[in-house]
Nanobody, 121 residues
């Protein structure tokens, strides 16, 4: 079992930056694909970014967001720059035992509780 805890959410103005962290415990995340998803009010959860031996991003965040990981510290990060109001939502960290970065939420085995990100216009 892998437990995931997100932190770093908050309120930021459009154009600003925010960094999210995900602390994993229970077992090492080395070998796991790790991803970030988000869910806006009234909308379905959507893929943001994921990293394993490959790294992938949703088109809506390419060039603005950067996912990274530290397997020694068992941490996953999401640096978000040039934030837009449409980036508002609850951001979730997720882990998949698949060895490849995936965009489908159904393929992730472990989820954090989420952290709120609000971007004001």
């Amino acid at each position: 079992q892998v437990q995931l805890v997100e932190s770093g959410g908050g309120l930021v103005q459009a154009g600003g930056s925010l960094g999210l962290s995900c602390a994993a415990s229970g077992r090492t995340i080395s070998g796991y694909a790790m991803g970030w998803f988000r869910q806006a009010p009234g909308k379905e959860r959507e893929f943001v970014a994921a990293t394993a031996t490959n790294t992938i991003y949703a088109d809506s965040v390419k060039g603005r967001f950067t996912i990274s990981r530290d397997n020694v510290k068992n941490m996953v990060y999401l640096q978000m720059n040039s934030l837009k109001p449409e980036d508002t939502g609850v951001y979730y960290c997720a882990g998949s035992s698949a060895g490849w970065a995936l965009s489908s939420s159904t393929l992730y085995d472990y989820w954090g509780q989420g952290t709120q990100v609000t971007v004001s216009s």
